[in-house]
C-alpha cells in the first residue's frame, strides 16, 4: 500500500513538473535554422495544437538564414488560416530573419525584433548561378548591358512572383510594400531599428517577457474578428520539437536521405545477385522507402537521379563484363555528377557535400567493381564441397576383404568398384561417387 502511494505522488509530482499549456497561454514556436520540411511540420503542427488547446497567443521566435520555398508556403497558408494571433519576433539579438524568413515575418499579424538583428535579403536563390559573382550594372560594359542575357527570361518570373508574393502580404498585413519589393529586387536589408522606423514591423523588444508586455493592449485583425490583445499577465509555453519533427529533420538532411537511397540501392542489388540471405533486401526496401519519402519532401532533381542509376548500372556491368575500366570510369562520372546535381536548389543547406559525394562515389566503385567482380569469380569457380569434391581424388587400396575394395579416403574407409583387378597399395583415382560406392580406376604409380 505505502508502495502503490509513493508510485503515485512521484507520478503527481511529475506531473506539476512537466510544462503544460492552458487556455491561458502565449504558446511559443522555435523557427531556428534552414526552413525545410522538418521546421515547416513542426510550426505548422505547433499551430494546430496552440488553436486546439485554446491558446490566445503564438509567438514564432525567428532566427532564420532562409530555406525553401515550398517549405515557406506551406508555413504561410497556416499563418494567414490561423484564428489565433500570430506575432514572428525576430530573436534573440544577432539572429536573423533573411529570405524565406521576411516573408514570415510579414504574413504575420504583428512583427517584431530584437536589438542587434536584422532582416531582409528576399531575393529567390534559385536565380543566381552557382559560384557565380554578381556583377554591378554600372560596372558591366556597355554592349553586355544591351545583349540579352540567357535565362533572363526565367529570373523574371521567378522575381516578379517573389515581389508579388510578398507585396500581397505587405498589403495584407499593412506594411511597408515599397521596400519588400527592395528586399527581392534588390535583396535589400535592414536593422531591426531602420524596419521599426520603415513600418516593416511594429515592435522592438529585447525578449518574449519584453514582448508580452508591448503587446498588451494593441489591436489585431485575426480573419474578420477584431482582437484587443491582453497579454501582460500571460504565461509563456514554448512548444517542444517532438520525435516526428526530428525524425523528419534526421532523413530530409540531403546527405543522409542520399545515403539512404544508395544503401537501398545496393542491399536490393546484393540480394537480387545472391538471394536467400534476407538482410541486405530487407535494410535495402526499409532505406530506399526512407529516402524515397524524403525526396518527396526535398526539391530533387530527377535528372541527377537517373544519372546515379546510370552510374551504378555502368560500374555493376564493368564488374560483369570488364571493358578495360571505359564502362567503369563512364559509370563512376555519371555518379558523381548525378550527384552534384541531385538537389535542385542553390541553398546551401539543402546541397549533398561534395566530399562526401568523392568519398562514397569511390567507396561505391570499389564495392561494384571489386566486390561484385569477386561474387562472379566466386560462383564460376567448381564446388568444392560435398561429395563432389572427391571426384579426381588419388587414393591407395587398404584391404581387399572377399573381392571387395577397399580405399580410406578423407577419412573414411569407402568400397570401391573398378573394371580392373585391384590389389592392396593399388593407387586409384575417383570418377564418380555411387552411394557409398566409389567408382573408380586404377592408375599409374
Not at 150 to 174: C, F, H, T
Not at 268 to 277: C, D, I, K, Q
Not at 348 to 367: C, E, K, N, R, T
Request: glycine letters at 10%.
Amino acid at each position: 500500500m505505502r508502495y502503490k502511494f509513493a508510485v503515485l505522488c512521484l507520478l503527481l509530482l511529475a506531473g506539476l513538473a512537466a510544462p503544460s499549456a492552458s487556455a491561458a497561454d502565449a504558446w511559443l514556436i522555435e523557427i531556428d535554422g534552414p526552413i525545410g520540411p522538418a521546421i515547416a511540420d513542426h510550426m505548422v503542427r505547433g499551430l494546430e495544437q496552440a488553436q486546439a488547446a485554446g491558446a490566445v497567443l503564438v509567438i514564432l521566435r525567428i532566427d532564420t538564414p532562409g530555406g525553401l520555398d515550398t517549405a515557406m508556403r506551406e508555413m504561410i497558408k497556416a499563418m494567414l488560416a490561423a484564428e489565433v494571433p500570430l506575432v514572428a519576433h525576430v530573436a534573440p539579438g544577432g539572429a536573423r530573419a533573411a529570405s524565406a524568413g521576411t516573408y514570415l515575418l510579414y504574413a504575420s499579424h504583428v512583427a517584431a525584433m530584437a536589438p542587434g538583428t536584422n532582416l531582409g535579403a528576399a531575393t529567390p536563390v534559385q536565380i543566381a548561378s552557382p559560384g557565380m559573382p554578381q556583377i554591378p550594372a554600372e560596372d558591366k560594359p556597355e554592349e553586355e548591358e544591351a545583349a540579352p542575357q540567357a535565362g533572363s527570361a526565367m529570373e523574371k518570373k521567378l522575381v516578379n512572383d517573389a515581389v508579388a508574393y510578398i507585396q500581397s502580404l505587405a498589403q495584407l498585413r499593412g506594411r511597408n510594400a515599397q521596400w519588400a519589393e527592395r528586399a527581392v529586387r534588390e535583396g535589400a536589408s535592414l536593422s531591426a531599428e531602420d524596419a521599426l522606423a520603415a513600418g516593416v514591423i511594429e515592435i522592438i523588444a529585447l525578449d518574449s517577457a519584453e514582448l508580452l508586455r508591448a503587446l498588451d493592449g494593441r489591436e489585431v485583425l485575426v480573419g474578420a474578428t477584431r482582437h484587443t490583445l491582453q497579454t501582460r499577465d500571460l504565461g509563456i509555453y514554448t512548444h517542444p520539437v517532438d520525435w516526428r519533427s526530428e525524425f523528419l529533420a534526421v532523413i530530409t538532411n540531403p546527405n543522409v536521405a542520399y545515403i539512404l537511397m544508395l544503401v537501398g540501392i545496393y542491399g536490393l542489388l546484393l540480394e537480387f545477385y545472391n538471394p536467400g540471405v534476407g538482410l541486405p533486401g530487407v535494410t535495402g526496401a526499409i532505406c530506399l522507402l526512407l529516402a524515397l519519402y524524403a525526396f518527396q519532401a526535398l526539391p530533387v532533381s530527377y535528372a541527377g537521379v537517373a544519372l546515379i542509376l546510370l552510374g551504378i548500372a555502368l560500374m555493376t556491368a564493368e564488374a560483369f563484363a570488364p571493358s578495360f575500366g571505359v564502362l567503369g570510369l563512364g559509370g563512376v562520372g555519371a555518379f558523381v555528377f548525378g550527384s552534384i546535381m541531385l538537389m535542385d536548389t542553390e541553398m546551401p543547406a539543402y546541397q549533398v557535400a561534395l566530399p562526401m559525394i568523392l568519398a562514397v562515389a569511390v567507396f561505391s566503385a570499389g564495392l561494384l567493381v571489386f566486390v561484385m567482380g569477386m561474387l562472379v569469380r566466386a560462383r564460376r569457380q567448381v564446388v568444392v564441397s560435398g561429395l563432389e569434391q572427391l571426384r579426381g581424388a588419388v587414393a591407395t587400396v587398404e584391404s581387399i576383404d572377399g573381392g571387395h575394395a577397399r580405399v580410406r579416403l578423407e577419412g573414411e574407409l569407402w568400397s570401391v568398384r573398378c573394371d580392373e583387378p585391384l590389389a592392396a597399395n593399388d593407387r586409384v583415382t575417383v570418377d564418380a561417387v555411387d552411394g557409398v560406392t566409389l567408382r573408380v580406376h586404377k592408375t599409374e604409380r
